[in-house]
């Protein structure tokens, strides 16, 4: 129960517990204009003016006074001038005369002026109370919408921070990271053409032409988040991203790991691109961790619809990091590995795989990101080393 509604009825109680100071007066037509007169206060509100005119037979008569004041200050609520005149009139004069309507001319003067007075009490008190209780109504919408309005200030303000945070991370994204990638894919370029034109290493060419070829992909990635960084349109990453399930397959062969891939589309109903690009972010990101963590592992990726068709299951499980294989004396070996030494000894070479993934960076974000594009989605993630050894992660994402 609210407050105004105990307040109301408290009001109501209190006008019918008057009768009590009249019980020994009452005739027929007294106690008809007194049921009247509370048989409408719950029309106050709806109907304020009609019940005001319905309960002022009962100040008329002396019998019941508190009815015509409550229905003047709902009278007063409403807030129109001319029904707040009326309304003050009606209940002044019916204060004012006597019952019955002949003693007026008995009355001494100074009873003239007493009751004068009283009426002015009775009828502007209640218009005072009722043009203030509007007042403060009227206040506290005023308030909540200057509230309102402060609180979209503070969110639109928040928004043109994150904008300008976008921006700026975008102008360091591409001033940065695009050089040095840039530079990457000149210089693979320009070995890759140098051996082909030299008729060199087959493998060196290979080599270089993956390096211009994943350097290629990253800048175009890269322009692709800068462009959604700084449009700030946060579904426009989903088209811009190659992230895919049917590229799951050249993700796992350009890997350089011993991948095995097993990849299921659900054939009922397109996946959602969000569902997509998680699952495409978790196996590269699993993959990356492959290779700095387990280098010489073998890998095995199954992405399969749920049984119930409600989910997308993601897995990534990698054997334990096995050593590089001894490469016979003279022949190159991928990643230069291993190199010949005096007498047939082998001596490993410095940017070999394994020292390599050794040296690549790794901010300790990467399981932490996996979860929270799980949990954003509504699914789940969990990684975790297996029993025998090695390491599994396991998303379940909704369809």
């Not at 002022?56 to 019998?63: A, C, E, F, N, Y």
């Not at 007075?117 to 005023?142: I, N, Q």
């Not at 690009?277 to 619809?305: M, W, Y």
Request: aromatic share 2%; proline share 8%; with cysteine.
């Amino acid at each position: 129960m609210t407050t105004r509604s105990t307040a109301e009825r408290i009001v109501v109680v209190a006008a019918a517990a008057e009768l009590l100071t009249v019980a020994d007066a009452f005739s027929a037509v007294p106690l008809a204009v007194c049921a009247v007169a509370l048989l409408a206060l719950p029309l106050r509100r709806r109907l304020p003016l009609t019940t005001l005119c319905a309960t002022l037979p009962s100040i008329l008569t002396g019998h019941l006074w508190l009815p015509p004041m409550i229905a003047m200050v709902a009278v007063a609520c409403g807030r129109s001038r001319p029904r707040i005149a009326v309304g003050c009139a009606l209940l002044f004069a019916a204060a004012a005369c006597p019952w019955p309507l002949g003693e007026f001319a008995a009355m001494t003067r100074q009873e003239v002026l007493t009751s004068i007075e009283a009426a002015a009490l009775l009828s502007l008190g209640p218009t005072a109370l009722g043009l203030l209780v509007a007042t403060r109504a009227e206040l506290r919408a005023r308030l909540a919408d200057l509230t309102a309005t402060q609180r979209r200030e503070r969110e639109l303000e928040s928004e043109r921070a994150v904008v300008r945070e976008r921006a700026r991370l975008a102008r360091e994204m591409h001033d940065t990271v695009a050089h040095h990638v840039g530079i990457i894919a000149v210089q693979s370029g320009a070995l890759r053409a140098a051996e082909g034109a030299a008729g060199g290493d087959p493998w060196k060419r290979d080599t270089a032409e993956s390096i211009r070829r994943h350097s290629v992909r990253a800048l175009e990635e890269l322009r692709d988040m800068v462009g959604v960084l700084r449009a700030s349109d946060t579904g426009a990453a989903l088209a811009a991203a190659r992230t895919g399930l049917d590229t799951l397959r050249e993700l796992a062969a350009d890997s350089l790991l011993d991948v095995t891939a097993d990849v299921t589309a659900p054939g009922a109903a397109p996946v959602r691109p969000e569902v997509e690009c998680a699952a495409f972010r978790i196996v590269q990101e699993s993959l990356n961790n492959v290779r700095k963590h387990a280098p010489g592992a073998r890998v095995t990726v199954r992405v399969a619809p749920a049984p119930d068709g409600r989910s997308l299951t993601v897995e990534i499980r990698n054997t334990p990091p096995t050593p590089a294989p001894a490469a016979p004396a003279g022949s190159p070996v991928p990643g230069g590995a291993r190199e010949p030494r005096a007498g047939g000894a082998e001596e490993a070479v410095p940017g070999g795989p394994a020292e390599a993934a050794a040296e690549l960076p790794g901010g300790g974000y990467g399981l932490a990101g996996l979860r929270e594009r799980a949990e954003l989605l509504g699914g789940c993630l969990s990684a975790h080393p297996c029993p025998e050894g090695g390491f599994t992660v396991r998303a379940v994402l909704p369809l």
